[in-house]
């Protein structure tokens, strides 16, 4: 072969290598959807996010065919009444994790596109700074603290 042909295949291997997204280092564990009343028009989206990498990542945006919006959010309490927060991005720091769960960072998925009820399952396309992951989520019944959206 030709040394600039090998040359040519080399830098064609290092450029599709170097421009794969860092995904690999953030990994999404225990994702699910709360299931709510058959007319919820608001559902809550929980999962853990490690990163395992020893940059912060961060998550800035939610999409997902089964929903028209997707927020992420953080609940805090403010003079005793807890109040969601609107969060532009959620910092995962390098070689830690942040959960998502009830009373805390959470996703919020509204207008769902059909009714959907324990054993159903949503995808749902995560924007990281690192990349893109494309996920499943599933609904299921739960527990825990989430606030009233119907004035949100």
């Keep these: 072969m030709k040394p600039t042909f090998l040359r040519n295949i080399a830098l064609l291997s290092l450029l599709l290598v170097t421009s794969l997204p860092a995904q690999a280092d953030t990994a ?6 709360r299931e709510g009343p058959p007319a919820a028009r608001v559902l809550g989206g929980f999962m853990t996010i490690t990163n395992s990498s020893d940059k912060d990542d961060a998550l800035l945006s939610v999409s997902s065919p ?3 919006m997707i927020e992420m959010h953080k609940t805090e309490m403010v003079d005793g009444v807890g109040k969601m927060i609107l969060q532009e991005r959620i910092i995962v ?4 994790q942040v959960m998502l769960k009830p009373g805390s960072y ?12 324990s054993g159903d399952s949503i995808k749902v ?11 499943e989520m599933p609904v299921r019944k739960g527990g825990g603290m989430m606030m009233d959206h119907s004035k949100h």
């Design 28 to 33: 999404i564990v225990d994702p699910w959807v």
């Design 66 to 68: 089964d929903f028209n």
């Design 93 to 96: 720091p390098a070689g830690g």
């Design 106 to 117: 959470h996703l919020m998925l509204m207008m769902a596109q059909r009714p959907l009820k």
């Design 125 to 135: 396309e995560l924007s990281f700074e690192s990349g893109k992951q494309s996920i």
